[in-house]
């Protein structure tokens, strides 16, 4: 064989070589890499709740080892759901957290417990579309809140707890047009048998949680025979 076909195959053996060497040392380096950057992304995204009291839930990765398509993903779109429980907070901090919640495009559960949040508070948070869980029990909103998150969640609502509120029954009035309600609590509210009749129209609804309210049994029990799929927490209805 000539002499300088042989270089010539040796130098394209050579480059092949280099070729496969780096694949085999680059990539698993940029898989770290990106994954390292997700971790922070993530905890840059938790930072201005946690800083405010919150307990922030996210997903983790689909395996121990996540794919490349999800080490692609934002660490945003791992955070599923914040709460705020028996803290502080008050519509101005909320506020403050807008636009931080409307960059989580995962985001579907809001949980506020026992705080000082009010009617001006659930106004900023009203436009989070992707939510279909929220709580705000304890907190001192009213049916303002109860219509404006109506109007803007759609059909999207799937749970909502509303205890130790100023909901009446006008409330309900709005409540009863969320066609996927599946779990509401109106615990220690000020609803009525009236009220009630509202709740007809929730063919979806399967849990209700009626304790502390104004309801009689009577009331009750002409709800039951037109939604008997309904299971009821309400040990202390009046006769």
Known sequence: MPKKCKTERLSQFSLKSLMLLFVVVALPLAFLQLKQNREQQLAEACQPFEELGALVHHSPASTPEPSWTELFHHGRHQIKSISFWEGSLTDQQLQSLHDDMHSLPKLSRLLVKSTKITDAGVECVADLRQLTCVALNGTTISDVSVKRLALERGIQMEHLALPETSVTDLGLSVIADLPNINTLDL??????????NHLLRLKSLRCLVLDRTSVTSNGLRRLQQV??????DSADLMD
């Open 227 to 232: 939604r008997p799929h309904i299971s009821f």
């Open 187 to 196: 615990g220690g509210t000020q609803i009525t048998d009236e009220g009630l």
